[in-house]
Nanobody, 125 residues
Framework: QVQLVESGGGLVQAGGSLRLSCVAS????????VGWFRQAPGKEREFVAA????????DYTDSVKGRFTISRDNAKNTVYLQMMSLKPEDTAVYYC??????????????????WGQGTQVTVSS
């Protein structure tokens, strides 16, 4: 199995940028797709972006298309979420997650077997 640790969250003004990192350990990282989810207070956890284990055909929820970019560096066992033009509605705890090895990344939380602990992103207006 794989262990995931997120970092890079923080407080930023609207229009600013952050880059989140998800570092994996414990297994062969290149076998795993990775997804990013977020959860705001009082709301359900929602899909943000995903990258397959092949690295091709990334997927984004509509509200972040053109602003967020997901990428991976298998040599560093890391997936990144570059977030630009941040808005107050992007405020949430951001989680990275991985499904079973060689599985396609879905958009639903139950598509994923492994989760990180989350990192807080706060965007002030």
């Amino acid at each position: 199995q794989v262990q995931l640790v997120e970092s890079g969250g923080g407080l930023v003004q609207a229009g600013g940028s952050l880059r989140l990192s998800c570092v994996a350990s414990g297994s062969t990282f290149r076998r795993y797709a990775v997804g990013w989810f977020r959860q705001a207070p009082g709301k359900e956890r929602e899909f943000v972006a995903a990258i397959p284990w092949t690295g091709a055909n990334t997927d984004y929820t509509d509200s972040v298309k053109g602003r967020f970019t997901i990428s991976r560096d298998n040599a560093k066992n890391t997936v990144y979420l570059q977030m630009m033009s941040l808005k107050p509605e992007d405020t949430a705890v951001y989680y990275c997650a991985a499904p079973r090895p060689f599985s396609a990344p879905g958009r639903r939380p139950y598509d994923y077997a492994y989760w990180g602990q989350g990192t807080q992103v706060t965007v002030s207006s």
